[in-house]
DNA sequence: TTGAAAACCGGAGCACTGCTCCGAATTAAA
DNA sequence: TTTAATTCGGAGCAGTGCTCCGGTTTTCAA
């Protein structure tokens, strides 16, 4: 690749983070372009896609994901290393709003620019889940597709603005049934027709 | 309102929704309008915004969903009770694929057409959530916002395409979640250490 | 150093979008 | 039938994704 070539690319790439991340997935090309004092053909011809963009941008942080789930699954308690891994994926997606919906689409579709890292991810989230399911500790009656479902809900759910004040609780009750056997709190209440205090 | 106008509101619902089950809620305003055989300018008089169009197909079926939530709060087993209409309340939405979003946001806008219908229906939710916490099925750390958001997530879900195959198990895993309480089957698994056996 | 091929650049241009605006046509009341 | 209010339809504006190609820059062999 040519010297200045590479130069734009990079600039390109730069620029797109900082312009996805302030107007999620959907932001205009063009603009993008623009801000990086580059043609559109230049920006067409590194990325010939929305999603090679985005894929190029998400990359590295799905490759560091699926290291992080080998790394997990070494030390400590099985649940703990889950749930840790869980929070630390919906993370990364946090702030790309609009490209959790081209992720889930990704992953369907072989030809797709995000589909290899997709499956990558997919397969970090499935050895976790294995182990805690051996460890007893995981519903046995989900899969590697299932989690990757599931973490895609809560990433998505995590994007809406209005819903960003219950995500986190959302996520604990999520795991929690993900991870019945985890020692917890018993959430279910007292007797019949006893007190209807309302938390919060 | 005069005849002429009544009735082309009428067709260019009916168009509407037709083209919206089609191409989900972001279709082509302008398509809407040429398939109604009518100027793009009526279309806007009679929904100023994509909003107010998507709010009068769907006001009759919250409507009648909120209806549906008293019928069921009178008869039967709480836990059943929200079962079902948690169903219903998914089925509704199901094929206006981008309306989850739209949603979500109106809820928290109160200037928004679809605001008044969102509150409709999270109260009535709310309703039966209380109804089975108080029976002691729901877990008590949930409440009526909660609940509208995991709808919208398992109705997000259900509307991608590659996740359809698994909506209605990640429905499942997440009621019970929600009502633990509620008779059903222990998922968590066998001893630790035990056989490996992956379902499916 | 020079020359020419290969690689790259930028933006004009096409078909589309949401949305506004206003002259022309239609309706309903006087 | 006249007349005034309502409604109609589409031209027009600014934006979008994406393609295509003439001109420029880099590279490297001669």
Redesign the interface.
């Known amino acids: 690749m040519r010297a200045d070539a590479r130069k734009n690319r990079d600039h390109l790439l730069a620029i797109a983070r900082s312009t996805v991340l302030e107007q999620g997935a959907q932001a205009s090309l063009r603009d993008i372009a623009r801000r990086a004092e580059v043609g559109l053909g230049t920006l067409y011809r590194h990325f010939p896609t929305r999603e090679a963009l985005l894929e190029a941008l998400l990359r590295a942080d799905f490759d560091t994901l699926a290291c992080r789930a080998d790394e997990l699954a070494q030390a400590g308690d099985p649940a703990r290393s889950l749930v840790t891994w869980l929070h630390e994926a919906i993370a990364v997606t946090h702030g790309f709003s609009g490209a959790i919906?081209l992720m889930?689409?990704a992953?369907?579709d072989e030809g797709s620019a995000l589909h290899a890292s997709c499956v990558t991810l997919r397969a970090a989230g499935t050895r976790l889940l294995?182990r805690a399911?051996?460890?007893?500790?995981?519903?046995?009656?989900?899969?590697g597709?299932?989690l990757f479902?599931?973490i895609?809900?809560?990433a998505?759910?995590a994007d809406?603005?209005?819903?960003v004040p219950?995500a986190d609780?959302?996520f604990d009750?999520?795991a929690?049934?993900?991870l019945?056997?985890r020692p917890g709190t018993?959430?279910?209440?007292?007797?019949?027709?006893?007190s209807?205090?309302?938390?919060?």
Chains 1, 2 share one sequence.
């Open positions: 919906a889930v689409a992953i369907a294995r399911q051996e460890d007893g500790v995981a519903r046995r009656d989900i899969d597709n299932d479902a599931l895609s809900a809560l998505w759910l809406q603005p209005p819903l219950r609780h959302l009750v999520i929690d049934a993900i019945p056997g018993p959430h279910a209440g007292g007797a019949p027709g006893g209807a205090v309302q938390p919060r």
